[in-house]
């Protein structure tokens, strides 16, 4: 394997999302080391970028204090809080000063099981299935490591992320987002991409108001 560089990341989102699958996030929080493995990923656009506007996407509006990482320098990582609840960890791409991040959705654990399975309390395929329990399992917290540097590995608030290619050909597929509402989360949106077969990818399931839209587009 080798380390993911800034100008490998400097695509769309759109680009770049099914790169990441097989690619690996290492982080060493407080001490202990987790390395996951990508299996599923989402694509969101900031406004002005690339050819369809994305109506998903947390800087659809424009900047905010909140999305302000994703306008930054490709290779940081935007943690945001979901629900109030999940620390979510999304890759930063595209070129600086236009908006665009890749969550990660799901992986499997290859290293740090331990320390995975204490941040979580469950076991298997389920340790980082889902954004939420990724995020969980790699120890990085909203809004303490926003913005953390997975290129250079600069450590932040006891923490440090490293993104690598992974070293298998991976067979890719493509959908709608899950649980993204309306439009966004449909056929018209297949911006979501995962390893075919792969155990540890989410469950889909339609977001409020997209079945609707969706039967609409049909």
């Known amino acids: 394997m080798r380390r993911v560089t800034r100008d490998e990341l400097a695509d769309l989102p759109l680009a770049v999302a099914p790169r990441l699958l097989g690619a690996h996030l290492r982080t060493v929080v407080d001490g202990a080391q987790v390395r996951l493995r990508i299996t599923e990923v989402e694509a969101y656009h900031g406004q002005g970028t690339g050819d369809l506007a994305d109506p998903g996407s947390h800087a659809r509006m424009g900047r905010t204090a909140r999305n302000a990482t994703m306008w930054g ?3 940081h990582l935007y943690v945001y809080l979901s629900h109030g609840i999940h620390s979510c960890v999304n890759v930063v791409c595209g070129p600086e000063g236009v908006a665009g991040g890749i969550l990660l959705r799901a992986a499997s654990v290859e290293e740090g099981a331990d320390a995975a399975q204490t941040r979580s309390g469950r076991l298997g395929r389920d340790l980082a299935r889902g954004p939420g329990r990724l995020g969980q399992v ?40 899950v649980g993204v509402a309306g439009v966004a989360g449909t056929a018209a949106y297949p911006w979501r991409f995962w390893i075919e077969g792969d155990p540890t990818v989410s469950a889909f399931r339609w977001g409020r108001g997209a079945a609707d839209a969706q039967a609409m587009l049909d």
């Open 138 to 177: 790699s120890g990085l917290r909203h809004a303490l490591h926003d913005g953390i540097d997975a290129v250079t590995a600069t450590p932040s608030n006891g923490a440090v992320a490293e993104l690598w290619w992974g070293d298998e050909p991976v067979t890719v597929a493509s959908g709608p987002r």
């Open 73 to 75: 320098e490709p290779g």
